[in-house]
């Protein structure tokens, strides 16, 4: 799906919203792109960073009137502050998509007045570097055009996936929370390295790019990750004796609790708001 006859409006211009821009920035194909944050700062930044590629509008109702598809990529404590500043300026015609951690579908649509079609997304952090992973669920009335257009769009941050509503608490337990499960089993083994007599700067080397090269090996053969691994588990070896340890500390056990633990708190918190 082509974007460049798509008109793009971004509230919240943060993290986030910077990310989407860059993102969409990075290919020719893209849509018109407007945006507004409160953070005059914000609002600089876009202005020095993509000059002349985005139009900073001067408040969410004025952008609002300009585009078709609008992106909230505030705070989920703003988001019901935002909807009610546009709710009156939304049509049927128009596409809104959430980023909003745990708003539900339900609620941004009672906050519409059931208006217009809405997708919620989970993306996270590596969309910074246009390597995310965004889980994309649909609302009552967003059709496959309205969740192929959201598609291409988060596309340009990274990779998707289509799921249920349903399932976005584990999803933010898994590809959400996931980033910072990862950084913490990189900074053991860099500080496993060190203590081995590494310096930290050829550990940090080691760890990060063995990482990189495993997750680009299960990418590139499609093989399961058990199937690889046997590969490098040579009988009465070193990989095998390391593996013993791990299992020995309970590593899966901790991974399942961990995403449980996150799945259990996005729940809760998703009932808070
Ligand atoms: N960062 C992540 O890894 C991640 C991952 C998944 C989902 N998300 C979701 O993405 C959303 C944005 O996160 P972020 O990290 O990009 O947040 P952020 O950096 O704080 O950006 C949000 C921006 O929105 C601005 N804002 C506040 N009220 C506004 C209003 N009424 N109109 C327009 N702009 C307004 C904020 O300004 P002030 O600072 O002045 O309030 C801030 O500049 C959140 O809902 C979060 O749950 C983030």
């Keep these: 799906m082509e974007l460049s006859s798509v008109k793009l409006g971004i509230i919240g211009t943060g993290n986030m919203g910077q990310a989407i821009i860059k993102g969409l920035l990075a290919n020719e194909d893209r849509p018109e792109i407007y945006a507004y944050d409160v953070a005059e700062v ?3 930044q876009v202005q020095k960073h993509f000059a002349g590629q985005v139009s900073v509008a001067g408040g969410n109702k004025e952008l609002v009137k300009e585009v078709e598809v ?5 705070k989920p404590q703003v988001v019901g502050k935002v909807l009610e500043e546009i709710v009156d300026d939304l049509d049927p015609g ?3 998509l959430s980023i909003a951690a745990g708003i539900p579908l ?5 906050a519409t007045a059931g208006k217009l ?3 919620r997304i989970m993306p996270n952090t590596p969309a910074l570097v246009q390597k995310g992973m965004s889980a994309l669920a649909p609302g009552s ?3 496959r055009r309205h969740m192929d257009l959201a598609a291409e769009i988060f596309s340009r941050v990274g990779k998707t996936v289509e799921v249920n509503e349903t399932l976005m608490d ?3 337990a898994v590809s959400g929370s996931g980033p910072a499960y990862a950084f913490l089993v990189i900074e053991a083994m860099i500080d496993a390295a060190v203590k081995q007599g590494l310096p930290r700067d050829v550990a940090r080397t080691l760890v990060v790019e063995t990482f990189s090269g495993a997750c680009a090996l299960l990418q590139d053969t499609g093989q399961q990750p058990m199937v690889l691994k046997d590969m490098v588990t040579s009988p009465g070896g070193t990989t095998i004796a390391g593996l013993a340890a791990l299992e ?5 056990a901790a991974f399942f609790q961990a995403v449980e633990a996150a799945c259990d708190r996005s729940r809760e918190l998703g009932k808070m708001v």
């Design 42 to 44: 914000n609002c600089r």
């Design 70 to 74: 609008i992106l909230l990529a505030v």
């Design 94 to 96: 128009q596409l809104l």
């Design 106 to 110: 339900k609620t941004i649509e009672a």
């Design 117 to 119: 079609p809405v997708v």
């Design 141 to 143: 009335l967003a059709t």
């Design 170 to 172: 584990a999803v933010t």
């Design 248 to 252: 020995e500390q309970g590593i899966r």
